[in-house]
């Protein structure tokens, strides 16, 4: 059975060269980073070098970025190293649950939190941020693209907001490095989260950038590796494979971009072709997501059905459910129920081919004609 | 779409049992989808974190992963929370607090491992379902029947009564024609990790097995109005006090408190009147009952002449059931000891079910 996996907004296969790359170190560089010796030498070269790639990429300095073990890591050092008690903090509804989490934590140490909902094309309205800040406001936290519905927030504007009233901007960017451009000398960010595996790196492995000035409480005890922040013998292997995938993914990010999107394009033409009933929930989005909804189709059982064909998509935030619930965040996002229910987040990368994509939408085709000759019967 | 082979959902709950049918489902050359059904989670009362119970754990439905991905097998988690707790616990509680003694299990098998799974064939585009339960569905004429498994012991057709018989169609038992011996063995063969493994034969949705402590918790407000009360023999003579009639089950000797030469037995429990009548034994024997919400598997005429169980491990008595103020009425050949209104009766032919009912009265 053919098979194609149509979920990268969920995680990426790891590139070929990565793999390599960090075979390699796997097998000739094991010294401890922090060891005077030659051995911790080469070790500690090669984080040096992926901090390097990683800079350049967002265009930062070096001594800016701080390596994690994943993107939930860097939100919560992020987060909980900056607020303190009286803080305010202004973020969204729709965050991922290691920001949602971690300030509603915060909120029950005696922080102030506002949280504001997506308009109809799933963003944050900077005007609304602004309105919402006061003298104690400390941190806005907003992500960059929202996961489920693949919207891009207007980080520039608010980071524009952030500098005026001056207040913390954290940015969760998990969903968006690699995929679009981010220019961290023109967007004034203050930090930023990613994680390796949503750009065809290795899983266990993000970095957070923080702005020159920020000073970060310590909220893990150890060593003192990566600047106090994140201490703990540093993941060697994963750190390279961060600094290739992502520097691979930004040097072709203008190609990738266009096919990808070339690729969602020849999709919608062929569902188009199939006379599928479906509504797109969102017009700027990144390339290759689609909250795609079926009207009076059960997302569910549509994931299922593609994924016994061998395709893989994901459907709002249960992943596991006989009873579907419709997703919060569709809800949020001005979507009725019943058409949040019958969507699914299709997510299309730079491993798909044309044939893959026509492939998706004739199985597709097939599948809702049975499932919705199932919903009248 | 044409599949090549019928396809079987297969409902597993990681134990020995669903997983030896998985492999026999293959071996039919069916194509199998491994389904595990999250009815129930149990949360510490502290730390509101939850507390697996064995028919629900990690432990067992990674047991079900675990054995389908083995066996190249697709598997889902499927979420029936709410529909447990609306039509399966909310009426063992209810029946309680009616002065019954309820059958979960039953209940459940009818409700959701059967109606709702079989609801489910169209999601996965699925012909049948099958599970790990000793009993056997046998064509006879284009009519199924469902019968006694194979292996007496294990037996589960008692288990099975209140499955409505259109849906015997779209179901494989294949584990009816084995003991639960070879199932073992099969396990073993295939080098099944849960091969030894205990089953449990506790309420999934029930920590230790306490279900008194399980109501308080699931309906705090009417054990709030639970009392104690009296204890009184046949005569309406006071003999002793109960701490809440929930606690008592027909049958039950033990925990009553009382001291005579000649053991005692709750004979009946009065929730209205708040009261608990005890005999002595031979008064708990009883000619016969009505019974209610009648399950035919069979086509029938009264009067008719079976032999019933009234309890999951019961031999069976003879009896014949007759048509009595518009409902069945149940009469032993000879009198049965502890006839517990809301538990099941089943009605058997042979080897072969003809119905059931719920005993009242």
Redesign the interface.
């Given at each position: 059975m053919k098979k194609i996996y149509c979920d990268i907004s969920a995680t990426t296969p790891v590139n070929e060269q990565v793999i390599d790359l960090m075979t390699s170190i796997h097998k000739s560089t094991f010294g401890n980073p922090s060891s005077v010796h030659k051995y911790g030498q080469e070790s500690h070269i090669v984080i040096e070098k992926a901090r390097i790639e990683t800079a350049q990429a967002l265009n930062c300095h070096q001594e800016e970025i701080i390596f994690t073990a994943s993107g939930t890591e860097a939100n919560n050092i992020a987060l909980e190293g900056l607020v303190e008690s009286d803080d305010h903090i202004i973020s969204s509804t729709y965050e991922h649950p290691s920001i949602m989490n971690v300030i509603k934590n915060l909120e029950q140490k005696g922080a102030k939190l506002t949280l504001l909902k997506p308009n109809q094309n799933g963003q944050v309205e900077p005007k609304k941020i602004e309105k919402e800040i006061s003298k104690n406001t400390r941190l806005i936290t907003v992500m960059f693209a929202n996961n489920e519905l693949g919207s891009i927030n207007n980080i520039k504007k608010i980071a524009e907001i952030t500098q005026k009233h001056n207040i913390i901007l954290h940015v969760d960017a998990v969903q968006c490095v690699g995929k679009i451009p981010i220019d961290l000398e023109e967007m004034k960010i203050d930090m930023m989260s990613l994680s390796a595996h949503k750009f065809y790196g290795p899983k266990g492995v993000g970095a957070l950038f923080v702005r020159k000035g920020i000073d970060l409480k310590t909220i893990l005890n150890g060593g003192g590796q990566e600047l106090n922040l994140r201490p703990g013998t540093e993941n060697i292997a994963g750190i390279a494979g961060l600094g290739l995938a992502l520097s691979m993914a930004t040097n072709h990010l203008k190609e990738n971009m266009l096919y990808v999107k070339k690729l969602e394009q020849l999709f919608i033409k062929e569902i188009d072709n199939y006379k599928i009933n479906y509504v797109l929930h969102i017009k700027d989005r990144l390339p290759g997501v689609l909250a795609i909804g079926f009207p009076g189709i059960d997302g569910q059982s549509l994931l299922i059905s593609l994924d016994l064909k061998g395709i893989a998509v994901s459907f709002g935030s249960a992943c596991s459910s006989g009873t579907t619930k419709a997703s919060q965040i569709l809800l949020d996002a001005g979507i009725t129920e019943d058409l949040a229910k019958s969507t699914l987040r299709i997510s299309f990368g730079k491993i798909h081919t044309e044939e893959d994509i026509k492939y998706v939408a004739k199985e597709l085709s097939i599948i809702l004609k049975r499932l919705e000759k199932k919903s009248y019967a | 779409?044409h599949k090549d082979k019928k396809r079987v959902l297969v409902a597993m709950s990681g134990g020995v049992d669903s997983s030896v049918a998985l492999i026999k489902i293959l071996e039919m050359g069916y194509e199998a989808?491994g389904v595990t059904?999250?009815l129930w989670e149990n949360r510490d009362k502290k730390t509101n974190k939850v507390i697996d119970s064995d028919c629900n754990s990690l432990d067992a439905v990674n047991g079900a992963k675990m054995v389908c991905d083995r066996l190249g097998v697709?598997h889902?988690?499927?979420?029936?929370?709410?529909?447990f707790k609306s039509k399966v616990v909310k009426n063992f509680s209810d029946e309680y607090f009616s002065g019954r003694t309820p059958n979960p299990c039953i209940r459940c098998n009818s409700i959701v491992k059967w109606e709702?799974l079989i609801e489910?064939l169209?999601?996965?585009?699925a012909d049948m379902i099958a599970t790990g339960h000793y009993a056997r569905i046998l064509k006879d004429n284009n009519t199924y029947k469902l019968c006694k498994g194979v292996d007496e012991i294990k037996d589960q057709s008692y288990m099975l009564w209140q499955i409505k018989k259109e849906l015997l169609e779209k179901t494989i038992l294949p584990l009816g024609d084995l003991t639960k011996q070879e199932v073992r063995q099969i396990a073993l063969d295939h080098k099944l990790i849960n091969a030894d493994r205990n089953e449990s034969m506790d309420l999934c949705f029930v920590v230790d097995d306490d279900y008194r402590e399980f109501l308080s918790e699931f309906a705090p407000e009417k054990i709030k109005n639970m009392t104690d009360g009296e204890i009184t023999n046949e005569e309406g003579e006071t003999v002793g006090k109960h701490s809440g009639y929930i606690n008592y089950t027909i049958g039950q000797r033990r925990g009553l408190g009382l001291s005579f030469p000649e053991p005692r037995y709750v004979k009946k429990i009065l929730p209205n009147e708040n009261k608990i009548i005890v005999s002595k034994k031979d008064s708990l024997l009883s000619n016969g009952c009505y019974l209610s919400k009648l399950n035919w598997m069979e086509n029938i005429s009264f009067p008719l002449k079976c032999k019933v169980r009234i309890r999951y491990n019961s031999q069976g008595a003879d009896a014949q059931l007759i048509k009595k103020n518009n409902t069945i009425f149940c009469e032993f050949d000879n009198p049965q000891l502890a006839v517990t209104p809301g538990q099941s009766m089943v009605f058997y032919n042979n080897n072969s079910i003809i119905g059931g009912g719920i005993i009242e009265e």
């Open positions: - | 779409m989808i059904l999250k697709h889902y988690t499927l979420n029936f929370i709410d529909l709702a489910q169209d999601v996965f585009d």
